[in-house]
Structure formats: C-alpha cells, structure tokens
C-alpha cells in the first residue's frame, strides 16, 4: 500500500495534463491541483496498513447488504477519487457477471485488472461519455469517426483506440482510466464496443482540465467550494495502445451496454448517497437562515421546510431500500437494487432546483449581495456592517454573513452551477434513470392489481400469481 507522500510522488510520471492553457508538469506545485491531491492523499495515509499484501478497507469487495452498507456510510467520508476507485473496481466485477458467457477472458483480464489496483494501491477514474458529435447519428454515421473513441487497429498484441473522453473527475490525479463505451452498439459498430483500462500517463493520452474552485479569493466567501477541488479532465486518446490483458471488450456489441449499465449502477448509488446528505445540508441551512431572519414560525416557510424535509426523507428512503434489497452475484459481490437505486437518484436530482429554489426564496437577497468577510474585517466598514446584518440579540452579522456565504457559494456562485449541473449529469441524465427504473418495476403485478380492481379479477389473478 502506499502512504500519502507515496500517492503524491507517484503522479511525477510524465503524465500529459493540462489547465488553462499550459501543460502542469509538477501537479503538487500548482495550487489548485495540490488541494485535489492532498485531499487523496489524506485517504491513502487514513486506509495506510503497512502489512505486505495489505488491500485498503475502501478498495474491498462487499459480500453482503451489511458490508455494502458500511461502504455506502464511508462514501460521507472519503474524497472523491478514492469512491470513483471503489465504484470502478465494482463496475467491473459487475460487467464480468454478466459478459462471462460471451467473453469469458474478459472475467479473467477484469480479475488480473482488479488484483493490480488492489495490490498496488491504485486509483481509477471511469472515462465513459464520448465527444459524440451530431447526436442524432449514430456512432459509425458520423462524419469524423472520432466522435466516438474506437478501435483504428488490431495487433497480435492488443489495440490502438482513438477518441476522447469528457467530463472525466479526477482524470489528471489517478493512476488508471477505465475506458468504457458510453452505450450499447449494434452491427456494424464493432470497432466502437471497446472497453479496457489505460494509464494515465500512457504515451499519446492528454487530459485538459477544467474546475470551478474560486481563484485567488478568501476561502471564508467560498467555505464550500474551496474545500471541494475536483478537476474535470476532457481526456484525449490519440493513437493509444493497449495490449491484451488490459482489453475487458472488444467487438461484442451486445454487451456493450454492460459496462455502461454496471457503471450506471455504481454511480447512482454513489450519486444517491451524496444527494442524502445533501439533502439534509440545504434543510439545515434553510432552518437556519429562517432562524437568523427571523422567519422560521412564518406559515409559508415552514410548508417550504417542510417540503424540503419529505424530499430528504424519501431520498433517504430510497437508499436504505436499494441496500436492504442488494443481490449477490455468482463470484460473492453484493450489489445494490437497480429499481431504488435508479428511483432515489432520479428523485433526488429531478428536486434538486426545487430544494435550492425554496432555499433561495426562504434567505433572500443577501445570499448574492453579503459583504466579503474582508469588508467585515475592515476597521471603516466592519462594525457597520455586522451592526446590520444583525438581527436580534442574539443572531450576529458575522454568524449570518457566513450562512449567506456558504449559501451562495454551495448554490448560487460557480461552484453551485457546476453543482446543479453534476447532480442532473451524474450516473447519466434523468432520462437514463428512468429507463432503469421502467425496466426494473415490476408491471406485471401493477397491471395484476388493476385487472382486479377493475373487476376482471380471472385475468387479473393469473397475472399476479406469475408475477409473484
């Protein structure tokens, strides 16, 4: 295993980052990337044995609805490489499962694959939507073949893949990118059902970032986002090889919707465990600010509350459904329920607007307008200010300019933004969730119950009784 200064050094690979229009060759000496990092590495340190043979609790694979569950509570608790490193490792074992039948090498390079990670402490990131180009073609119809990463030539040897890779967390500070296609093939597009792992600093890959952490501003008017730097790489393979054992799929178009569904799964549950606790953060700060305005007994702000509190609960709900339903495949992985999954998830985020828009409606204007706490520090300014931000006796300027700054930076700054954008985006937008979630409801017995209720109880008994 490796220890955090381990993690930090093993990133001075000659790897092809970029940010703002220069290439970083020193990650850990550009500010902004060395917050990411020291955040990983606090993980390493934290899940450090230094046993020969060790494997990091976080990078274990469940057996059971309760082992899962444990992963699910640490998932509050680590950063963000680390979880997507969790869920990549399940994602494969997942896909394996179920393409054994098809390709059965591929259980034993994701087996190979798994054991590498594990025993060498590394860090994947999943690289699965593609530049895509016209959206209303399909990947072989495009007029740049690229749009969509593929295979450009097969060697005794492995592969040469081509393409890019976008809105990839983590991409510039992992080890290993797990490249995957971003949905299912049909014939003719064989080339395109590839997926394998690559390093991430493997000749011809280049990472582009983007992040939306505040620049060069106090971190006490940014006391969210400047705690939660990810970059968000547009990963670029340019003629890339990969050999053999690295190859997971190659051709089998139908089952290339596998590895996309495996991720999906992991993601959302990943997604859904972030939007619990979420939830409950814009409940409590909504309470507070209502309380610091004075307004917490108004009739309509406690029916907003209220609102953002059944929300909460049934994202909750959903949760603690899809680990207390969780299956166990054939090789011993406990996996989450794919119909509360999916549903939580969806739910979660399709009223994420409508939490942050009854947090914005209960706080204000201030939530924009607030003072710098730089202005509160100011001798000619600051008791001024803190005079009228005041409430009462006992609500302090100071104590409510830092709820309207968290506020804003959590929702309405650009940190927020990217907030509002992830947590659609995240797993896949709404509309895959709720493919997943149609798939995996059991019609058969809603119809069942219906036909009962309707009064052709025949018809509707036999169809309960096979769907039960």
């Not at 890959?205 to 505040?214: D, E, G, H, Q, R």
């Not at 409430?391 to 830092?402: E, F, L, M, N, P």
Request: proline content about 4%.
């Amino acid at each position: 295993m490796m220890t955090g200064e381990q993690y930090k050094a093993s990133l001075r690979d000659g790897r092809a980052t970029y940010f703002e229009g220069a290439r970083i060759d020193d990650l850990m000496a550009h500010p902004l990337f060395a917050k990411s990092i020291e955040d990983v590495a606090a993980d390493y340190d934290r899940f450090y044995k230094p046993d020969p043979g060790a494997v990091s609790d976080y990078m274990t694979v469940p057996g059971s609805a309760d082992e899962l569950r444990s992963k699910v509570a640490l998932h509050h608790e680590v950063d963000l490489l680390t979880h997507v490193t969790y869920a990549s490792i399940m994602t494969l074992l997942t896909a394996a499962d179920r393409v054994k039948t098809a390709r059965p090498q591929a259980v034993d390079a994701i087996n190979w694959f798994v054991k590498h990670v594990q025993d060498n402490d590394l860090r994947i990131t999943e690289c699965i939507t593609d530049a895509k180009g016209d959206r209303s073609r399909k990947p072989g119809q495009q007029d740049d073949p690229d749009a969509y990463l593929h295979v450009v030539e097969r060697r005794p040897d492995g592969v040469v893949i081509r393409g890019a890779k976008l809105h990839i967390s983590c991409a510039s500070t992992s080890h290993e990118l797990l490249v995957i296609p971003t949905k299912a093939m049909h014939e003719g597009e064989e080339d395109y059902a590839i997926a394998c792992a690559v390093p991430a600093n493997a000749p011809s890959v280049k990472i582009v970032n983007t992040m939306p952490a505040p620049r060069n501003r106090d971190p006490r008017d940014f006391p969210v986002s400047s705690n939660r730097i990810v970059p968000e790489g547009f990963v670029i393979f340019d003629n890339v090889f990969v050999p053999n054992e690295r190859i997971f799929l190659d051709g089998e178009t139908a089952y290339a919707a596998v590895f996309a569904h495996s991720l999906g799964l992991w993601e959302r549950l990943g997604g859904l465990a972030s939007l619990v606790d979420g939830a409950d953060l814009l409940v409590g700060l909504a309470q507070l600010i209502a309380e610091a305005n004075g307004l917490e007994k108004v009739g309509h702000i406690k029916e907003k509350i209220s609102e953002m509190i059944i929300n909460a609960t049934l994202i909750r709900a959903c949760l603690e459904a899809a680990i207390a339903h969780s299956e166990v495949t054939s090789e011993g992985a406990a996996f989450p329920n794919e119909l509360f999954t999916n549903a939580g998830k969806y739910h979660g985020a399709a009223n994420y607007s409508l939490m942050v828009r009854h947090l914005h409606d209960i706080g204000g204007g201030s939530i924009l307008t607030v003072p710098s706490m730089s202005d509160l520090d100011n001798p000619d300014t600051g008791h001024l200010l803190r005079k009228y931000l005041g409430t009462k006796q006992s609500v302090d300027g100071i104590y409510r300019a830092k709820l309207f700054h968290a506020i804003r930076d959590l929702t309405a700054d650009s940190y927020g933004g990217y907030k509002a954008v992830s947590t659609i985006q995240a797993g896949g937008g709404l509309y895959a969730q709720r493919i997943v979630t149609r798939n995996h409801y059991n019609m058969k017995r809603a119809k069942a119950l219906a036909l009962e209720t309707a009064g052709l109880a025949e018809a509707g008994h036999a169809d309960l009784k096979a769907a039960e």
